[in-house]
């Protein structure tokens, strides 16, 4: 099946630090999705993507569509303790774009 | 505003037993998923609905088995729970782009 691989699997940073994540397919995506997962909830779109090279913003989150189609970035600015959380890149992996695929996820956590 | 509610929100179950999962969604939502989170695996697909009275598998569809008789209810069945089963389960609708979770059920078999 449709593989997501998402790195780094977890990161451990300070306060104010900024995040770099991304996330490969092995196959072409024509739309990039990401999501949070906040602990003991259900992932919430942060951010979509529909266009190769595509750059947007959501506050101080940054997503990329990359260029050859099989990956996405995510960048987190001067991170929060409400950063805290499971990162999950995804999008519709099949023809008809009704199968909606996940990554592995990077886990995010904040050191006081 | 409910949007996706998710019954049973935790259940231990004993290897060889039965249950169901019942998924709830009141944007009239076409498309439904059912997820399962283990840790390091991220979210992976079981089986997912394209509307009313049709399912299709996902990547881990074995041991499942679903049912979308009306549009709102996407129901999630284990004949006969193994430990390998133990898992988070999340359903999902979606309109467009967005998918919309419930708050998950953590199931535990023993």
């Known amino acids: 099946g449709q593989q997501l691989n998402q790195s780094p699997q977890s990161m451990f940073i300070q306060e104010g630090e900024d995040v770099s994540m991304n996330c490969t397919s092995s196959?072409?995506?024509?739309?990039w999705l990401w999501y949070k997962q906040d602990p003991g909830e259900g992932p919430v779109l942060l951010i979509a993507?529909?266009?190769?090279?595509e750059l947007t913003s959501n506050g101080r989150l940054t997503a990329q569509f990359g260029i050859t189609r099989k990956d996405s970035f995510l960048n987190i600015s001067a991170s929060i303790p409400s950063d805290v959380g499971i990162y999950f890149c995804?999008?519709?992996?099949?023809?008809?774009?009704?199968?909606?695929?996940f990554g592995t996820g990077t886990r995010l956590t904040i050191i006081p | 505003n409910a949007g996706v509610t998710q019954t049973p929100k935790f259940r231990v179950l004993k290897t060889g037993q039965s249950m169901t999962l019942l998924c709830a969604q009141d944007?009239?939502?076409?498309?439904m998923y059912w997820y399962r989170q283990d840790p390091g695996m991220g979210l992976r697909l079981i089986h997912y609905?394209?509307?009313?009275?049709?399912?299709a598998k996902g990547e881990v569809p074995d041991g499942y088995n679903v049912s979308r008789l009306k549009k709102q209810n996407f129901l999630l069945g284990l004949e006969s729970a193994a430990p390998s089963q133990t898992s988070v389960y999340f359903c999902?609708?979606?309109?467009?782009?967005?998918?919309?979770f419930g708050q998950g059920t953590r199931l535990t078999v023993v």
């Open positions: 999902a609708s979606r309109r467009e782009s967005e998918a919309f």
């Open positions: 196959s072409i995506f024509n739309t």
């Open positions: 993507l529909y266009k190769a090279g």
């Open positions: 995804a999008g519709p992996s099949n023809f008809g774009n009704e199968k909606l695929t």
């Open positions: 944007m009239n939502h076409e498309y």
């Open positions: 609905s394209v509307g009313e009275g049709t399912t």
